[in-house]
């Protein structure tokens, strides 16, 4: 019998319905001594790495619906299952089709780098720096997922670094029966995501031969611009200096150039979601081309969960009433519509019908200024991160002059560059981040199916419970306390 390798059917905790996780099409299991035979077959194997993280219930849309949901910026208009509404109520269980899914994608996303990294190590079928290459955004894929996994799953490394995190896979699963692992600590973990991104920094290209590329593959600015964002939820703001001297010019204008590539604020807010979506500021997204094999169901995409349908529309007691969402000066207020029922709608995703093809925002270079901006200001170095905040500010204003009290204290300063990160990536998915990662009540908010009841730092739903999934194929995980 030819032994098959599994790229993206690993079943680790497949319980729930998803027709993306149940294709048994040979694009995605074929045999294993022709996946790698060839460097075109080798390139395929690395670009579906970025497909398991374009499934709709990750970075597709629905992961950062999911974040945004349990966050405190929008009120529910859909009462469905379908729709999350248990997801916004805050009372998921672990046999709830959602928690299985984010868990089953994120290891299938997991296990296909672990193959892809072990077939490739010492292959001759490409050169040895282009395997390099392909490694380390394997590497940079599997410290993503984690990331992804253990936010959602795990409590805040700041409240607990040596309680229970993830199953700590790093060898592939090519055949059933290998699914017993247990819990590895959250430390742990992190340590691992924060050794793959090194190791893939070393290894990534500085940049592609085209903006697409540069925007929907990792090179080394994707690599350093996620090791930000990790450092900032580990409280390790030296870290984050660290990392962001490497991408962050001294002086305004702030920017990143090596070769062709410079990284950079977009000179104009709505340009990020309203141009090519591969401008300067992107440095990693999730994009849709023209095919039906790449395009969310309307449920699961972006522009209809905020805009078309809605499911999700603004908070009246959230950041949308904040005065820069509500001056024309402020080009972000743009982006922010009132429907029929007077609900205030988000439009920086605006591609509401079929084939709802808008690009995901992953990591964006003004969220690489906001995270060294509070690292320098948990610094002292108020002066620094004033002037990246206003950077941030002035592009979508730019007449705009903080007011002295807003900034000229550490707490003050701290204060505002939380608003600026509420107001700036509104939608995106950061809220929940920022909210657990700062140890803080999950807010009550009112919608059209009723009020959702606040989230203590202690509550056991502040976290979403591990799949009943993996719980019933894994027989060394413990459930979450």
Known sequence: MKKYILLSLIVLSLTACNSDLLDTTPKTSIPEAEAYSTPSKILAQVNNLYRLL???SFYGGRYLVFNEQRADEFGQSDGNAAAGSAVWNQNVASTN???NNVWSVGYTAINASNILISKLEGTTVVSENLAKNYIAEAKFVRALAYFSLIQTYAKPYALDKNGLGLPLRLTPITSAGNNDLARSTIEEIYNQILKDLNEAETDLPTEYTTSLLNTSRAKKVTAIALKTRVYLVQNNF???IEEGQKIISINAPYQ??????????EPTYNAIFTGSYTGPEAIFSIPFANSTTETPTAQSSLAFTYLGQPIL???TEGIANDPALNTTDDSRASLIIKNSANQKLLKK???ATAPFRDYVPVLRYAEVLLNYAEAKAQNNDLATATSLLQAVRNRSNPSFVFPTTAINTKEALLQTLSTERRIEFLGEGLRLMDLQRNLQT????KGAIGTAPLVLVSSSNYIWPIPSGELSTNKLIVPNP
């Open 54 to 56: 374009q499934n709709q």
């Open 97 to 99: 089709d959602f928690v």
């Open 238 to 240: 030296d870290k984050v």
């Open 256 to 265: 990143y150039n090596t070769g062709n590539l410079t990284q950079k604020l």
């Open 313 to 315: 529309y603004l908070a």
């Open 349 to 351: 995703f605006s591609l």
């Open 442 to 445: 999950l807010p009550a908010k």
